[in-house]
C-alpha cells in the first residue's frame, strides 16, 4: 500500500473514490451518480487528494482537503477491510504533513447504516485519539447528515 498525492482525479480514480464513498458512509450520503459527486468536487476549491493505492492499482483510502469558508476543510475515507490496522492514521498523518488546521464533519452516533446493512461506526474515537478536539457548538443537522465539527490544529 501507498499514499499518492494529487491535485486531480482520473475518471476511473473518481469511480473508485465513489464506490469507496457509497460502500463506507452512510447510505443517506450516497451519490447515484457520477455527475452528482462531480457537482460536489465541483464545489471546492483548493483540492489536493491522497490515494491510498493497493499493489494493483486500486483505490483503498481517499483522504481529501479543500477550502471551505477561509478554512481548510478534509474529509478520510479507509475501506472497512483496513479500519482498525493504523492506516487511517497514516493517512491523518500525511494529511498534517501539509497543512497547520484540519476541519471536517464527523458523525458522532450510531444510528446510521451503511448501503450493505451494516451499522456505520462512528468515527469520532478515532479522531479523539489523532489529536482533533470537538467544537461541540457547531453541528450540521441536514436530513441526511448529523454530525459535530471537529479541528486540529497544529501546536508549535
Known amino acids: 500500500m501507498r499514499i499518492v498525492s494529487q491535485s486531480n482525479l482520473s475518471n476511473t480514480e473518481k469511480k473508485q473514490v465513489l464506490n469507496l464513498w457509497n460502500n463506507e458512509y452512510p447510505e443517506k450520503l ?4 457520477m455527475e452528482a459527486f462531480q457537482e460536489y468536487l465541483n464545489h471546492l476549491s483548493d483540492q489536493n487528494h ?9 483505490i483503498q483510502g481517499w483522504g481529501f482537503t479543500f477550502k471551505r469558508s477561509d478554512e481548510k476543510w478534509f474529509a478520510i475515507i479507509i475501506s472497512e477491510q483496513l479500519q482498525g490496522k493504523r492506516i487511517g492514521s497514516e493517512m491523518l498523518s500525511r494529511l498534517k504533513q501539509e497543512e497547520n488546521e484540519l476541519n471536517g464533519w464527523v458523525i458522532d452516533h450510531h444510528n446510521d447504516k451503511k448501503s450493505n446493512g451494516n451499522l456505520y461506526r462512528s468515527p469520532i474515537a478515532f479522531y479523539l485519539k489523532n489529536g482533533f478536539e470537538i467544537i461541540s457548538a457547531t453541528r450540521l443537522e441536514l436530513v441526511t ?4 465539527k471537529i479541528r486540529w ?3 508549535h
Open 153 to 155: 490544529i497544529r501546536q
Open 145 to 148: 447528515l448529523s454530525a459535530v
Open 50 to 58: 491522497y490515494l491510498l493505492k493497493d499493489d494493483t492499482g486500486n
Open 30 to 33: 450516497a451519490y447515484e451518480h
